[in-house]
């Protein structure tokens, strides 16, 4: 298959979520060979007006939430007006928890200033998550570009949280009879990724900033050769050093003669003392982890950041493209860009470091993926095998977590520590404890005070290998190599076939986890409401 067709099939990650009606001046873009997530990107739901309320703006009382045990959704459905809140990121720093989704809310609502108009929902909890407050959305203050999901969370420190989101052109550009911005124009209209810094008062009471953008992959009406989706976003922060890091895939359109297969990017900051302070210009300019190739597609970077500020990136290669390019493995790489530097030195293209080598049934460090099989209930269809990434400062190890189809078809979940310099690699451990052939997927970590080691996956070994109802489960392990006994996050399970939405996937590219101290917090999509909500449960 040509570069072009995998340039497009590459778009359908998160781009689903974000929904754009863009027709663009050339046809370098072919919506027949989208996936249905790519397709629901070009022509997705037309907007519709909607009042905003002052509970829109401003809510302040804690809204009804509905629970199952130990099981909260963060998300307040009644105050929805579309179905699929899905896509789960949290982090949380003593009772303050704040949680954030795709919400498909904001395909129906204009102006995109609005709210409910952000494909990014937000919930807070000021009491360790047994309640939230259901914030709806974030602000905009340009009509020109709209929230669009992929939401990362992040601690700064206790009165602060930073939410990252893809910030991408209005939807409503190609609407003439609407009264809404369009290329007549002449304000820009970019794809880009933002971010907006939350400050928690005294009272709990909670207010975000403007958004401030991170990185930019150019102005689609004016559509210059370089320009670019910005896709797959992921955030984190190191409190030692003040460092802020962002990495993404920059996915050209093709127009200067690009691949469009993926290149990733990350971008960091010095956080001020005063986090609502930063600004775009705290950002360097963008770091070129892994640049993109011919017929190999780069795509799911995640990103973690140690004492001092080392970055370290994973991300995984040839997904999708090994359905077409002769090679049939993927691929989970990492790469060091050290304090200071504005390049890998350990990882880049000279010198990869796969992170699968030496798996079991591996071919030259490649696997197996997930993506070589339609998981039954999964509304994007394939799977993927985007990987984890966690420094863990007790044993100075970089932790990554994947899942591949090394073992089983439908997945396990993987777990290996590599040294600092990502020059010395240990062995590599399965972490779910059970042994057949049922889906284990998105796994999510984090690292407790005590340096154990929270993990948390899609887990469907209830119901057996053929079933739709899913669980979520967690393990704590106190070091990389002492396995811990799994245990069941969910109260009760969801059938992914019996779950109504208009978010493609249903329930996710991913799934989250974060700790505070010796708690571990866990968000997942779940549908026993009937539509897919974000849910919380700690540990």
């Known amino acids: 298959m040509g570069a072009g067709i995998l340039a497009v099939i590459c778009l359908f990650s998160v781009s689903a979520v974000a929904q754009q009606h863009v027709k663009f001046s050339t046809a370098r873009v072919n919506p027949k060979v989208l996936s249905s997530g790519g ?193 797959k976003e992921w955030m984190t922060y190191d409190r030692t050093s003040r460092t802020l890091a962002v990495s993404y895939t920059r996915f050209f359109f093709g127009l200067g003669g690009q691949s469009g297969n993926g290149q990733i990017e990350v971008k960091r900051a010095h956080v001020p003392t005063d986090p609502t302070i930063l600004s775009s210009s705290s950002f360097g300019a963008p770091i070129i982890v892994w640049p993109e190739e011919s017929a190999v597609v780069n795509q799911g970077s995640y990103v973690a950041v140690a004492p001092g500020g080392n970055i370290y990136v994973a991300w995984e290669r040839n997904w999708v493209s090994n359905l077409f390019n002769g090679n049939p493995y993927v691929y989970i790489q990492a790469a060091l860009v050290p304090q200071g530097l504005d390049a890998a030195t350990e990882g880049g293209t000279a010198d990869p470091v796969v992170v699968t080598s030496g798996q079991i049934n ?18 994007r269809g394939i799977g993927q095998d985007f990987p984890r990434i966690a420094f863990d400062p007790h044993f100075g190890q970089v932790l990554v977590v994947w899942n591949d189809a090394s073992a089983h078809p439908l997945g396990d979940v993987w777990l290996r520590a590599l040294s600092a310099d990502l020059d010395s690699f240990f062995p590599i451990h399965k972490v779910n404890d059970d042994s057949d052939f049922v889906l284990h997927f998105l796994p999510a970590i984090s690292i407790r005070s005590d340096g154990s080691i929270a993990i948390s996956w899609y887990d469907r070994r209830r119901f057996g290998a053929s079933s739709t109802k899913t669980d979520y489960f967690g393990e704590i392990r106190p070091s990389v190599g002492t396995q811990a006994a799994d245990f069941r996050i969910t109260t009760g399970a969801t059938d992914w076939n019996g779950t109504s939405t208009l978010i493609i996937p249903n329930f996710g590219d991913y799934t989250d986890n974060g700790s505070s101290g010796m708690t571990t917090y866990f968000t997942w999509s779940d549908g026993r409401l009937g539509v897919p909500q974000p849910f919380v449960s700690k540990r």
């Not at 629901?40 to 045990?69: C, E, I, M, Y």
């Not at 949680?99 to 995109?112: E, I, K, R």
């Not at 071919?363 to 070589?372: C, F, M």
């Open 39 to 231: 397709k629901a990107w070009v022509f997705g739901p037309q907007p519709v007006g909607s009042t905003q309320t002052a509970k829109d703006v401003a809510p302040t009382t804690l809204a009804p939430n509905l629970s199952f045990g130990n099981n909260v959704d963060a998300s307040n459905p009644s105050e929805d007006v579309a179905g699929g809140q899905s896509e789960t990121a949290i982090a949380a720093v003593g009772s303050r928890v704040m949680a954030a989704w795709n919400d498909a809310s904001g395909f129906l609502v204009q102006p995109t200033t609005g709210r409910k108009a952000s494909l990014t929902g937000v919930g807070f909890s000021s009491d360790s998550g047994r309640s939230f407050v259901d914030l709806v959305g974030l602000p905009n203050n340009n009509a020109n570009e709209q929230w669009s999901g992929d939401p990362v969370v992040k601690v700064i420190d206790s009165s602060h949280f930073i939410v990252a989101s893809l910030y991408l052109p209005n939807p409503a550009l190609l609407i003439p009879t609407m009264p809404l911005p369009t290329c007549a124009t002449p304000a820009p209209k970019r794809f880009e990724i933002a971010v907006s810094v939350a400050t928690v008062s005294p009272t709990n009471q909670v207010t975000f900033t403007a958004p401030i953008v991170v990185a930019n992959g150019g102005n689609l009406c004016t559509s210059p050769k370089n320009l670019a989706l910005l896709d």
């Open 362 to 379: 591996s071919h030259n460090g490649g696997v197996k993926s997930l993506d070589g099989v339609n998981i039954a209930g999964y509304n």
